[in-house]
């Protein structure tokens, strides 16, 4: 079996046991991790960062996660909220007076989160140098109407999501969603996950490796159904400096395993964690209050959606394009995650990899 490195508590060797299994079949380097009460029982990696594989996958390599960003955004909205500072059942314009054109004034910010605003992309296409443009990008959004009454239909918004809740950020805070974010939530805990990457940590990247179907990372994200996106995004984009350097608060977050479970531990632990406290209990109950249950009119699937965030059970997850995820279970106070470089072409809410990761952490569980 491939070699994994890092800390595993002995009740927990089934997701060592996993991991390696999947660097001896499907992956190239990855990285997995299991908080319980807040505290890392699994901390985990292994494999290579290029596709050479003439680079070790290092305790401190990162990736692109692309949508598992999306909770990183959601646990800001959150803290806000919490705080007072932001009503999630108001309308989007009473922060943002703009966005009130075209039939919006009664979109809530809850709508956003839950992907039921009816913007689930641009009316027109996009390539990942508009969305490099933040006031560009946002004024569309603003200027747009819905595809549907808002409220009363979800449609998963992949990129759009960051850019709807980052403005209204803006707007409470005055600070873009990657600096709140790096200052009020992974600065305290110490974790290891950017939106908006400084260029210090370049050396530290694994490179996205595109899915064996598009080898040459020109597979381009969209809808199941086959339809062509209006947003352009290639793998090979997310490789590139504007990338990194963008804040795209839905997909250009990069970290691995260990700091997207340290972040979501938040939610795990009622609020506070190794002495951080970024929520009330009741707060990060808001998280998995179920907003919509039934058919997504863009993923063609049955879904439920909370505050940023998918529901299963008593659990809010999310995955990103190619397979990472993180799990959250607020009854077992755990969170589980994993992040690879190796993309699989399986879904957008993690495949086969993340499943039985997570799986064979709620085996440590008992």
Wanted: charged share 20%; with cysteine; glycine share 12%.
């Amino acid at each position: 079996m491939a070699e994994v490195q890092g800390r595993c508590d002995k009740r927990f060797g089934a997701v060592r046991e996993a991991l390696g299994a999947l660097l001896d079949s499907d992956d190239v380097g990855a990285s997995a991790a299991v908080y319980v009460d807040g505290e890392p029982v699994v901390d985990i990696w292994g494999g290579c960062a290029d596709a050479a594989r003439t680079t070790a996958w290092e305790r401190d390599t990162i990736t692109n996660v692309w949508s598992t960003t999306k909770t990183m955004t959601a646990l800001c909205a959150l803290i806000l909220a919490d705080r007072g500072d932001l009503d999630l059942a108001a309308p989007v314009a009473r922060y943002w007076p703009e966005f009130a054109a075209a039939g919006k004034a009664g979109v809530q910010v809850r709508h956003l989160l839950a992907h039921t605003a009816g913007l689930p992309t641009w009316d027109d296409p996009v390539t990942a140098e508009d969305l490099y443009d933040w006031p560009a990008a946002t004024a569309r959004l603003a200027a747009q109407a819905p595809l549907w009454e808002p409220g009363t239909l979800a449609g998963y918004h992949s990129l759009t999501q960051g850019f709807l809740v980052g403005e209204v950020v803006r707007r409470v805070t005055g600070r873009s969603l990657g600096a709140f974010f790096a200052e009020e939530v992974a600065g305290p805990l110490g974790a290891d996950f950017h939106i908006g990457l400084p260029a210090e940590h370049d050396h530290r990247v694994a490179p996205l490796i595109a899915p064996p179907s598009a080898p040459s990372g020109d597979l381009v994200a969209g809808p199941p159904s086959g339809e062509t996106p209006s947003a352009g995004i290639r793998v090979s984009d997310g490789n590139t400096l504007a990338w990194r350097r963008a804040e795209i608060p839905a997909a250009s977050g990069f970290g691995n395993a260990r700091s997207v479970a340290a972040v979501q531990s938040v939610l795990a632990c009622g609020g506070t964690v190794r002495g951080v406290r970024l929520l009330s209990e009741a707060g990060c109950e808001r998280a998995r209050e179920e907003q919509y249950r039934g058919v997504d009119q863009i993923l063609g699937r049955s879904m439920r959606y909370g505050m940023g965030y998918g529901l299963y059970d008593r659990s809010c997850f999310w995955g990103g394009w190619g397979g990472s995820i993180v799990m959250v279970d607020l009854d077992a106070r755990m969170t589980v995650s994993y992040v690879m470089n190796q993309m699989l072409d399986q879904g957008g809410m993690g495949d086969h990899r993340a499943f039985g990761i997570v799986m064979a952490a709620y085996d440590g569980l008992g």
